[in-house]
């Protein structure tokens, strides 16, 4: 995979480098999401795929990065080690240069709600971005927990962005079973054996609440997908791949509930110069 510098008002797009013709371009948008099983999954309209591109479209919107094409030559993006960190390791490696056009923010005008069973999600008006999330699991080594992220550059990357995905591990027998997560290991997740009760991880846990400040990084990266920075505050209960996007639905469905605006004096801005994520196996 290769983050390139990409020209202004083109968005973040993935190209499928591995297909020849004009349907390998797969732009990162609400609409192009295609499936929300385990992942967020992007689909073009030749049925194009890119999975698993939450981690990454975090770390590009947790670094405020608004253009880049990713060169990527399969149908998933490297899991790295199952956070945002690696990609912002390797962005701010890179470096980011800022575009002689200003940026535009997408501002909430009307709270905007979405509910499915015990799940919900909203969106309510503010002056910044801000996200709450809240999940309750039965498992002990869950439970309960709740965090809140006024998001920044900096918040994003020391409260967020080395926060892993986690599974059970019950879970990851039953999904190798069907020939899937094939990939996985407790190099790339937190899993929770059978009981519920312990972490597997040998070095234990980044942050004493990693599930929650997961969720939150799973968020900033499928509310990426709006197109631009967010002014407004989120809040989810339970949430996850599948009611984010939902949200994004609702909103763009009601053009009163939004306002694309201007933001005064604060350039748009890419990767200084390609840069790779290469993973072998």
Not at 64 to 86: K, R, W, Y
Request: proline content about 4%; overall charge negative.
């Amino acid at each position: 995979m290769t983050l390139r510098p990409a020209e202004p008002d083109s968005g973040i797009r993935f190209r499928r480098v591995d297909i020849a013709g004009g349907g390998a371009i797969v732009s990162a948008d609400w609409a192009s999401v295609g499936d929300t099983r385990l992942n967020t999954c992007l689909r073009n309209s030749h049925g194009v795929t890119v999975g698993t591109v939450e981690h990454l479209l975090a770390a590009l919107a947790g670094r405020q990065i608004d253009n880049c094409l990713i060169d990527i030559n399969g149908a998933e993006v490297p899991v790295m080690d199952g956070s945002a960190a690696p990609f912002l390791f390797l962005i701010e490696c890179a470096g980011v240069v800022e575009q002689a056009v200003p940026r535009r923010a997408l501002r909430i005008t009307r709270r905007v709600t979405v509910r499915d069973g015990d799940r919900m999600a909203s969106f309510s008006p503010a002056n910044a971005f801000s996200l709450r999330v809240e999940i309750d699991f039965a498992s002990q080594a869950i439970a309960r927990q709740d965090f809140a992220l006024a998001l920044s550059d900096q918040s994003f990357k020391s409260e967020i962005a080395r926060a892993r995905t986690f599974g059970f591990e019950q879970e990851v027998a039953a999904l190798r079973a069907h020939g899937l997560a094939r990939g996985g290991s407790l190099d790339n997740a937190v899993v929770i054996d059978s009981t519920g009760t312990r972490v597997l991880n040998e070095d234990g846990l980044r942050y004493g609440d990693e599930f929650v400040r997961h969720k939150v990084l799973d968020a900033i990266g499928d509310l990426s997908l709006a197109g631009g920075p967010i002014l407004g505050a989120f809040h989810g209960v339970r949430c996850g791949h599948a009611i984010n996007n939902l949200l994004l639905r609702q909103l763009f469905a009601d053009p009163s509930a939004y306002e694309w605006v201007e933001l005064t004096n604060v350039p748009t801005t890419i990767p200084s110069a390609p840069l790779q994520a290469v993973v072998n196996g």
